[in-house]
T-cell receptor
Framework: GAVVSQHPSRVICKSGTSVKIECRSLDFQATTMFWYRQFPKQSLMLMATSNEGSKATYEQGVEKDKFLINHASLTLSTLTVTSAHPEDSSFYIC????????????FGNGTRLTVT | QKEVEQNSGPLSVPEGAIASLNCTYSDRGSQSFFWYRQYSGKSPELIMFIYSNGDKEDGRFTAQLNKASQYVSLLIRDSQPSDSATYLCAVKEYSSASKIIFGSGTRLSIRP
């Protein structure tokens, strides 16, 4: 089945620094990838839709200058959390969809971000 | 605002029994429906997807879709303790090529 690889799985950073999270589709091409955030005991909240070769589409309330998304190829999207603050600590999950057959979303394993 | 509603639970079911998880959605034009399972601290994994009215069976899992009632359900037969997890219902918006809306999830607990 379709595999989405996300890296790193865990990261701890200091306030004010930036963190980059990578999301790769390993065995399929994904023109669109999605970035979600999940706080403890809450559901997935879509942050942005990442489109290959164009600007990402951000959901209402998500700061595009703080959460930089780059989707440079059909298999790689990155999310950079800039000037991280403790309230950005969360579980970030990427997902992708095989453009060939419009299959359901497949998720990466997630990145647990802790900002101290 | 498109919505996907689920009972948060917890839903407690004895081992070996049938667990029934329900979901309603507001976008009448939605075409694709998904059930994901999420263990604590892990990312969601796809259990089943369904596009057409009726039932779709895969092993111990059966997804049921009723578009007229805007209702989708997941049945888990012969429940096992390993089925204890949060189950997320997801619906693909009709108005968007790709955007999928998730419910808040139902926490299922299978008691031995």
């Amino acid at each position: 089945g379709a595999v989405v690889s996300q890296h790193p799985s865990r990261v701890i950073c200091k306030s004010g620094t930036s963190v980059k999270i990578e999301c790769r589709s390993l065995d399929f091409q994904a023109t669109t990838m999605f970035w979600y955030r999940q706080f403890p005991k809450q559901s997935l909240m879509l942050m942005a839709t990442s489109n290959e070769g164009s600007k990402a589409t951000y959901e209402q309330g998500v700061e595009k200058d703080k959460f930089l998304i780059n989707h440079a190829s059909l298999t790689l999207s990155t999310l950079t959390v800039t000037s991280a603050h403790p309230e950005d600590s969360s579980f970030y999950i990427c997902s992708a969809r095989d453009r060939a057959n419009l299959s359901p979303l497949h998720f990466g394993n997630g990145t647990r971000l802790t900002v101290t | 605002q498109k919505e996907v509603e689920q009972n948060s639970g917890p839903l407690s079911v004895p081992e070996g029994a049938i667990a029934s998880l329900n979901c309603t959605y507001s976008d009448r034009g939605s075409q694709s429906f998904f059930w994901y399972r999420q263990y604590s601290g892990k990312s969601p994994e796809l259990i089943m997807f369904i596009y057409s009215n009726g039932d779709k069976e895969d092993g111990r899992f059966t997804a049921q879709l009723n578009k007229a009632s805007q209702y989708v359900s997941l049945l888990i037969r012969d429940s096992q303790p390993s089925d204890s997890a949060t189950y997320l219902c997801a619906v693909k918006e009709y108005s968007s090529a790709s955007k999928i809306i998730f419910g808040s999830g139902t926490r299922l607990s299978i008691r031995p």
